[in-house]
């Protein structure tokens, strides 16, 4: 426990950039570091959690506590990884309802963002090399690839190539696989009115968590109508909380720690994180055991394939959607050229080193 604490919290501590780049860090840590499980493994945890509700990363980080030190582990490891999170935004939320704005870190996270790119391209260079298993699956990923970057919806064009491939496969080994479906039920709860008691903040913020689909990158769309269309926040206050879980390590979800907050002092903090991370704790102790035992049904077993190769697409859409979005001076590009020479030309590169790097360059090239 003390080994799956120690490197959730670490994570949580450094790992910036959101989802994909979370997973990256992740899987340096946990498969080419302390080697917990295969990388096959690894990848068929990723395809099956993108199609769960709930946060990616954050729900993987539970897998991979799970996978290491049961149920106890998948806690330890989804408390670990969020807490950091937690803590910075708490503070930053009393400053921001204090004194009406936030630190000036501007500086640091124009550096911290070019070197994730390199994070995110180490991984996708890895898990790829392994999820490509024939020309079909490449196939399946360029057209996963372009959907993604024409701004088809991640999880629709994941399932899509997931029941495409699976459907491809199967008839072309004209397999006679029995399936077995379950049913996953959402939990949904709701208040009304343009004032909210704790309960409320935690009922809110638990029906988001529950019905989350699309990791962090896609937060605005469920907190927009739940908050704006409430009364209960103004777009500004919103676009500023979901700023602040941008540019703070681990999950992005932290997010909801400074809504709460806002509404409802350091209760309302409680409430909303309780509430939004909740759903994932119950998803994965729930439906992690089925999820390695897909690998085994033959007709599943296609399924992630594609699947699979369907999320290494996506996390390279979102590497180019990223770069396109923060290349934009020469020093992002130094910053990313050295962050890229670190990681792929360098023989035992450590991510977190890259983000420190990354932000200690920001901070030098942005403020002087």
Not at 141 to 163: D, K, N, P
Not at 170 to 192: D, H, I, P, V, W
Not at 219 to 238: D, H, S, V
Not at 242 to 259: C, N
């Amino acid at each position: 426990m003390k080994e799956i604490a120690t490197v959730f919290f670490k994570l949580g501590l450094f790992a910036f950039g959101g989802p994909a780049a979370h997973i990256a860090m992740m899987e340096e840590e946990i498969i080419q570091k302390r080697k917990w499980m295969t990388d096959q493994e690894f990848l068929d945890l990723i395809g099956a959690t993108n199609i769960i509700p709930g946060p990616n990363s954050t729900e993987m980080t539970m897998h991979c506590g799970y996978k290491r030190g049961g149920v106890m582990g998948l806690f330890v490891a989804g408390f670990s990884f969020i807490f950091p999170a937690v803590l910075i935004t708490v503070i930053l939320a009393y400053l921001y309802v204090e004194y009406g704005s936030l630190p000036e870190v501007a500086p640091f996270i124009k550096g911290i963002t070019p070197a994730v790119l390199a994070v995110i391209a180490a991984a996708v260079y890895k898990l790829g090399k392994k999820a490509l298993k024939g020309w079909e699956l490449g196939i399946i990923g360029v057209i996963v690839f372009a959907s993604a970057l024409l701004g088809v919806h991640e999880v629709l064009a994941l399932l899509a190539g997931g029941i495409f491939g699976m459907l491809y496969f199967f008839f072309r080994n004209k397999s006679r696989n029995t399936l077995n479906s379950f049913t996953l039920g959402l939990m949904t709860a709701g208040m009304a009115g343009s004032t909210i008691s704790t309960w409320g903040i935690f009922f809110t913020f638990l029906k988001v968590g529950s019905i989350l689909y699309g990791s962090g990158y896609v937060l605005f769309a469920y907190l927009e109508p739940e908050l704006i269309g409430r009364g209960l926040m103004t777009l500004p206050q919103l676009m500023d909380a979901i700023g602040v879980g941008q540019f703070t390590p681990g999950p992005v979800l932290s997010t909801a720690t400074f809504i709460g907050y806002q509404l409802g002092g350091f209760t309302g903090a409680l409430a909303a994180t309780f509430g939004i991370f909740l759903p994932s704790f119950i998803f994965v102790w729930v439906f992690h055991d089925y999820m390695l035992k897909m690998r085994k049904i033959k007709i599943l077993g296609y399924f992630l394939d594609a699947v699979n190769i369907s999320a290494v697409a996506v996390m390279l859409a979102v590497l180019i959607s990223m770069a396109t979005e923060s290349l934009i001076d020469w020093p992002a590009w130094v910053i990313a050229a050295v962050s890229i020479g670190y990681t792929f030309f360098t023989k035992k590169p450590n991510a977190i080193y890259t983000i420190i790097g990354g932000a200690l360059l920001g901070w030098i090239l942005y403020s002087f």
